[in-house]
Every structure is written in structure tokens, then in C-alpha cells.
């Protein structure tokens, strides 16, 4: 089965410390997160750089997912390094150092056997890179991207650039806020369809994820979890599983944006059940699956047609 | 038609600035917010005390809404003032200043045609206020009741009797981790479920409200809208929704709940569209209908049952 579904992004090891444990050089990474929660719907081809120190065992596991590593680089170095810290509050975290080793000279080169594939996936990396992949590809069906405050503040110019060139923007809230300078969160998700991506998922971390398509909102909340052990790799895994649905399903219609919706929020929600891609890396079907008719339960309500019966007042203002 | 939803709870003048307008002296309080709410479904009777400084276009318009103010005391001295802020994030905001007036010696006393109401709704008052009307009522399908971070500190041992004797606790979500001592609000919506009300609704603002019933959760987010002017009032008309639409469908089971829960998210996203109740005056059955329809487009999906196909990866782990 050929790739259909390319992602770009960063791969590294994290130290990471929540009220619930902490984790070492854990495997991390917006392209390991994306990679993993997206096997479960689609062959992914993972494009990305390692350093000499970067565990064996890794791409055995990729691989087991059925991830294709032939775009995966391997430098003399070391891996990308990132520490983080977590309060009670798991929307806030501290990051505590971030190394960027091999990945300070990443320079993405897809594989011949990437370039034709319907789906690609830029993950939140340098906006001039976003670009730099994006002349090498073929015509995807969809090309999506993912960003941050920092790209938003040092590289305004190519990052609308890469904007008016791809079709779907993930980011957070914040993000949002800060790219379009706005304050509320629908007027932000207009004002980014009017710099190129037709469809705007905003992610609202433990609230949930509004899609904006075609001036219709849907919104999907965050799976309510009684367990959240490690917060990091929820927005990648939430693109991964989004991703990974529609080249599953290959349409992009209304119907299928919202499902793909879902299918992110399932996933982000089973990523932070454990640290690093412990949780990602067994789930099954039934698991999924279940999850998924829990997502229509929690937000089901028989229609009020009919029965709403609105009191008027004695007298009409 | 007798009175089936008695209110008790603060009447207010309000002066509030957000960085959409602002408003002096204007109408507010939880038992208003939450009688011009739950007025549109059902016969409401609310029970407050004012000063002899309130205008007399507030009962002209409560009346022409259809509300019952035989329970609205009249005393001497100013009516309860309350003065805040908020800045860009409309999630936050600045109390500037509070004055009791009458509310201060506020004892709430039910007319004998309030005693009998079906359903009831103790406003956010001190938790001794709420328990004196419990001694009044007979026997209430329903008893909600709100409260807040103030009673939680000053009057845990009160609010522990109140609440081990109503069936619904409406608080937000911080109040809902300092009354648990529970940074998850999966974990704290069960805790309070233990405390004694079987129906735990826990308020996000502008990320919506979440329903907790006999172990099961429904989630409604709050209406995307790009115009939010004043969010004071909203979780008080969240609330008059809610309790209105129960007492007017008559059912307390699952399902009339989940729709409880969008009626209440109706009322409150009508009610930040304008200051004080301004929003809240003029809906019909129409705008009230249309909007309940929009929710349930906002959430829908189509099953995925049989659809989605997960890939098992190369080799089982």
C-alpha cells in the first residue's frame, strides 16, 4: 500500500514531570505523537530527524505501527531535547530547557515515494521549512499545518506565506488570539480563513476543539477523563487522528470534517491517558471504536422540536 | 396557573464596563437573570428584597415576562450594588465594589401559594438563607441550588447540610475544585455527587457546561458567538433555562436533563449578547427555537459505527 499520509515535524526526547509522575527522555515529538495516533487509520509516512543517541527500539515500534521511517533521517548528534513541567492545572505547563541538537539544522527532504501522497501534514515547525516541503510535493488533496506563538512572533512574512498555500490550519486558542489579534474566538477563526485555510480547527486542550469550515462551527468536547497523565502530544495526537480519519475516508465534506473531529479528540484523549506514546502504542478496534460512541454519547440530546413550548409573557413588549 | 419554579436569590443594581460598553445602575442579580430566563418556559415566582431605590420599570417588565413577585420585598434603604470589570478575556473579571444595602438583613419568606411550587432554585445566598427556606417549602420535585467560592470557604458546615438535601448543585468549574479539593473535574463532579445532589452541573463559561448524572456525562458547549458584550448574568440564566425547561417538561430522566442542560445554554448565550437583561426581554419562540437548533447542529455528527476501519499495525504488540 502506498503513503497517504505524509507528516512533517519534530521527533525528540522529553523529560517530563506532571502532578501524576514524571517521564526521561521519553519518546516525543509533533511528528511522533501525529505518526502514532494516525496509524490507526492510515499508512503514514513519518519525515523527520534523529541523532545517534535516539533509541533503537523507537522505530521498531513505528514500524510495528505500520509507519513507513524511509523519511526519517539519521545524523551524527544528538536528538532533540525538550523538558517540561506540569501544575494542577494541566492547560499551563513550564518548559524547563530545550535542546535542539540535530534538529537545529533539519532541512526536510521527502522520499521519492512521499511526494505523491493525498495527504500532508506540516507540523509545527519553521514557517521557511513549511515552504521548503511544499515545493515538493505533487498536488495533495489536503495539505494541513500546525503552528506556534513563536513562529506567529518571529516569522510573520512566511508564515502567511505557507498560509495562503494550505488548506487547513490547527492551532490553539491562544495561537489563534495571537495571530489575527483578536479576542474572541470566532471572529479569530474567520479573520484565519481569510488568510488562505478554508478549514480552522481551533484546539482548546481539556475543553475540547471547534472546527470552523464554510462559516459552520461544530465543536467537539474533550472526552471527560478522571485519569489525565500527561497532557504533552495531545494537540499532535488530536491532528494525527483528525488527519488519519479523512485519508481514511478521503472526502472532505462537512459531515466528514466533523468526524474527523471526533476522531482527533479520541485520540488526543487515549494519548493522555499515560506518559510519552505509552497509551498510543496498544490501543485496538473495540478500544477506539467504544470511544467513539462514548464522543456521540456525551453530546446527544433528543431534539426539542416540537416540544419546546416557549411562554410568550401577559403582554407582548 | 399556579407557580411552578420559585426562585430565591440577590436583586441587584449593577455597574458594570467591559471593553464592549458598560452600564450603570442596571438591572441584575441571580434572581433576576433567572427569572427573565426560565420565564420563557414556565410560571415563575421569585423571592428577593430591593430598596426603595428601585425602578419601577423592573417589575413593570418582570410582570409583562409573566413573573409572580408576591415574593419581592420592599425595605427601606438601597437596593444590594454591585460593580465589576472585565478586561479582553471575558473569563475573568474585577469586583470594584459591593454594597449589601437591604440585602444584608435579606431572610427570605415564601408567599403561601410559593410553598407548594413543584421545583426550586436556592440563588447563590448564604447557605443559612437557603436552609431557612427549606424549612418552608413542602415537598419540590426538584431542589437546585448554586453557591460560591465565598460560602465554600466561610460556611462549609451550613453548605454541607444544604447540600445534603437538594437533588442539583449548578457551580462553576473553579468552584467545583475548591469545594472537592479535586484539580480534575471528572473526579470533583463525582465527589459532589457524594456530598448529596444527584445532579451535579458544572458551569465553564465560555467553554459551556457539563452534566453529571447516575455516572454519566453530557457535555454542552457554550454558543460560538462573535459578539459577547456582558457575561454577567450568564451562569444565573444558564441556570433559569435549565430549571425552566425541567419544570415545564415535568420529566427528570437522562435524556430531559441533556436537554435541560441546552435550554440553559441557550438562555446564557442570548443573555452575554447584551448588557443586564436587555437580551433577555425581547426573544420569542422563534429565536429561542432557531438557536436551540443551532446547538444541536453545533455538536451533531454522523455515526461512524461500521464506517471507520482501524488498522492493526504490521505485527501485534
Known amino acids: 500500500m ?18 501524576f509522575g514524571s517521564a526521561k527522555a521519553s519518546l516525543g515529538g509533533s511528528a511522533i505523537y501525529f ?8 499508512r503514514v509516512g513519518m519525515v523527520g530527524v534523529v541523532g545517534d543517541d535516539f533509541p533503537e527500539t523507537a522505530p ?6 505500520g509507519v513507513d521511517l524511509e523519511g526519517l ?10 523538558g517540561g513541567r506540569y501544575g494542577f492545572d494541566l492547560n499551563e505547563r513550564e518548559t524547563l530547557f530545550t535542546e535542539l541538537n540535530v534538529f537545529s539544522d533539519f532541512r526536510p527532504e521527502l522520499p521519492s515515494a512521499y511526494r505523491g501522497a493525498p495527504f500532508l501534514f506540516l507540523g509545527n515547525i519553521d514557517p521557511a521549512l513549511q515552504l521548503h516541503v511544499l515545493t515538493q510535493v505533487e498536488r495533495p488533496s489536503l495539505i ?22 494550505v488548506d487547513a490550519l490547527l492551532l490553539n486558542d491562544s495561537e489563534a488570539r495571537e495571530l489575527t ?12 480563513a481569510e488568510l488562505g485555510p478554508r478549514i480552522v480547527v481551533i484546539k482548546r486542550g481539556e475543553y475540547g476543539a471547534m472546527l470552523f469550515f464554510e462559516g459552520e462551527f461544530f465543536y467537539a468536547p474533550a472526552f471527560p477523563l478522571e485519569d489525565v497523565r500527561d497532557p504533552t502530544g495531545a494537540g499532535d495526537s488530536f491532528a494525527g487522528g483528525f488527519m488519519g480519519y479523512l485519508a481514511q475516508c478521503g472526502e472532505l465534506t462537512w459531515d466528514a470534517l466533523c468526524r474527523a473531529t471526533v476522531a482527533g479528540s479520541t485520540l488526543a484523549s487515549f494519548s493522555v ?24 454519547k456525551l453530546t ?14 401577559v403582554v407582548h413588549p
Open 35 to 42: 505518526s502514532m495516533a494516525a496509524s490507526y487509520f492510515a
Open 300 to 313: 446527544h440530546f433528543t431534539s426539542m422540536d416540537g416540544s419546546l413550548r416557549v411562554a410568550p409573557g
Open 144 to 165: 494541513a499545518m500546525d503552528t506556534m506563538n513563536f513562529w506567529i512572533h518571529g516569522q510573520k512574512g512566511d508564515l502567511r506565506k505557507v498560509l495562503r498555500k
Open 181 to 192: 489579534n483578536r479576542t474572541n474566538i470566532v471572529s479569530a477563526a474567520r479573520a484565519i
Open 60 to 65: 521498531a515500534m513505528l514500524l510495528r505501527r
Open 273 to 296: 491517558e499515560a506518559f510519552s506514546v505509552e497509551r498510543l502504542r496498544s490501543l485496538d478496534t473495540m478500544a477506539i471504536q467504544r470511544r467513539v460512541l462514548a464522543f456521540q
Open 2 to 19: 502506498g503513503i497517504e499520509l505524509v507528516v512533517v515535524g519534530s521527533i525528540g526526547l522529553d523529560d517530563v514531570e506532571t502532578p
Open 73 to 82: 533521517e539519521r545524523r551524527a548528534g544528538n536528538t532533540f531535547r525538550w
